[in-house]
């Protein structure tokens, strides 16, 4: 790989013809982030670009399965690994720890280190080739995976910026506060937030019913409560209702 | 040993890593020739000295998931309070979340700080019998971030363990964050000389919760970690409007239930989705409190249950005297 490397180097490395770059990342675990990009990049796909999904949750890889893609081989070709593919005029292309295990039960048990060593491959050695947008998936936390990404996409490519996801409960906001602060403290600019899981519609009688009583997403944009947050209030908001399965 | 030398490059693997000494990032590194000898991998000392302190700890119960946002501390927290309504048991909750920690938030505890005394860092109380600990007291504001690579967490993890003056203890409730990573093999590295009871797996019943808490549940039998049992957490929602049940996760893999047949585990319980409980954890109140009659009080209280009689009744024949 060593070699490729070199040659990838030469021409620019593998995000060259790689537009745009966007971090999905929460502070808090199970607020929707695999769920968000999935939609987000089904829906960037069906209005004509091209799409990439790079999965950097070593331990919960969810990508492989909210795609439905099964567990296909992964080929490598001159530059590297050859993104997994959703369908024949490729244009939506995808990057997991997932499609690379042997058992989809197997357990991830590595420390920070290897985490970091794998992902900066997962970031320079993929085979992407042209993309409007590139989706990084993340795991919760401000950690590891994280740390490595951003430092390894920085080497290689303008980072665009995060969406920070959260859930109106106050825990969930709590987490998502110490995430901007990551994103402050690590020059990502954070293009917007959105509110999960704001309401329940009941299959039955169609009233929508918050999930958690109050909001407290409002408290992430005050002014005087963060110091980003004036950025923070000009971006957009979306409010996403989760109607019955 | 597990630690990050103060002089150590920004990529080191730790001194008690298999690569002390041979990745790229040691090349330079002042400690590299003596991490490589092999000296760094002898046993941490702070092992036997977790063990010593956990001789008056009688119950260690580690909640875990593979998957985030399951209700891992919701269900820590109320099994803390749930355990420590008997007054005349001792419970401690520790919060080994480095990143995200929820219990001080869920325990009505924002913004109190740790005290040190000469017998090590003094845990937070809620009541007489329920001591807290959690990175979120060492923080000095809501919006800082922890932002720390894999051996500054283990260390945190060593220091709550060791330098927490717990006191004697009928049960340590350990929430951890999710994932099979640095936190959870750190807790059982560290408390691998002192006896823990089991794991209780949280889950809800979507097949992308089962995927990562299989992962889990394969993390726990490589560690050799006893499990108590699964929860279902989310597991169906009671409209307040019309009171029928849907599901908004639904089992479409046959849920928990099917996962436990198939891995032979026991399936603790069924929690249903609430709104109420959310709302208690953010106001910090126990929701077992606050809402008594709720169909999720009744099951959290019939897990609470099956939890303590399995611990009860895997007490091994000899106890160590120290």
Redesign the interface.
Known sequence: MGRNRHLNQKKGGNLAQVQHVVLILS?????GK?TLTTELALALRHSGKKVGILDVDL??P?IP??LSVGKPEVHQCDLGWVPVYTDAQKSLALMSIGFLLED??????????K??ALIGQFVSDVAWGELDVLLVDT??????E??AVLENLKKQHKVDGAILITTP???ST??V??????CK??GLRILGIVENMSG?V????S?S??????T?TPSVLVAN??PVSFRLASCALFRWT?S?? | MADIPSDAPQHCPGTASEQAGKTSACQGCPNQNLCSSGATKAPDPAIEEIAEKMLTVKHKILVLSGKGGVGKSTFSAHLAHALASDATKEVALLDVDICGPSIPRIMGLEGEQVHQSGSGWSPVYVEDNLAVMSIGFLLSSPDDAVIWRGPKKNGMIKQFLRDVDWGELDYLIVDTPPGTSDEHLSIVQYLSSARIDGAVIITTPQEVSLQDVRKEIRFCQKVQLPIIGVVENMSGFVCPKCKNTSQIFPPTTGGAERMCEEMNLTLLGRVPLDPRIGKSCDEGKSFLTEVPDSPAAAAYHSIVQSIQAYCLSHVPREESAG
């Open positions: 502070g808090k675990g199970g607020v695999s331990c919960g969810s399965r909210m989809p039960d197997e357990a991830v048990v590595w420390r920070g280190p985490k970091t795991p919760p936390g401000t950690s590891d994280h740390l409960q106050a825990v709590g987490d506060r110490r995430e901007i602060t990551f403290k690590t329940f009941c299959p039955h009688c009233v019913t918050p999930i958690c009583m109050d407290h409560r963060s989760q019955s399965v």
